[in-house]
């Protein structure tokens, strides 16, 4: 059987009208990391968790 997909983060930012997305990764702690340094300088920043579907049968 094929290896199982992961979960992946996607970090983004508000750049006005729109949130941007600025890296997309399967480390959640460089995401985490990622979104704690930009929201320290003041910027507006979110982390999603795009989980892939499971396929039934």
Do not use: C, H
């Not at 729109?18 to 929201?39: C, F, H, P, V, Y």
């Amino acid at each position: 059987m094929a290896d199982k997909p992961g979960t992946t983060y996607i970090v983004s930012i508000f750049d006005k009208p729109n949130w941007r997305t600025i890296l997309t990764t399967k480390d959640e702690g460089e995401a985490l990391a990622l979104e704690q340094a930009m929201s320290q300088d003041g910027a507006k920043t979110r982390v999603e968790e795009a989980r892939p579907k499971v396929k039934t049968r």
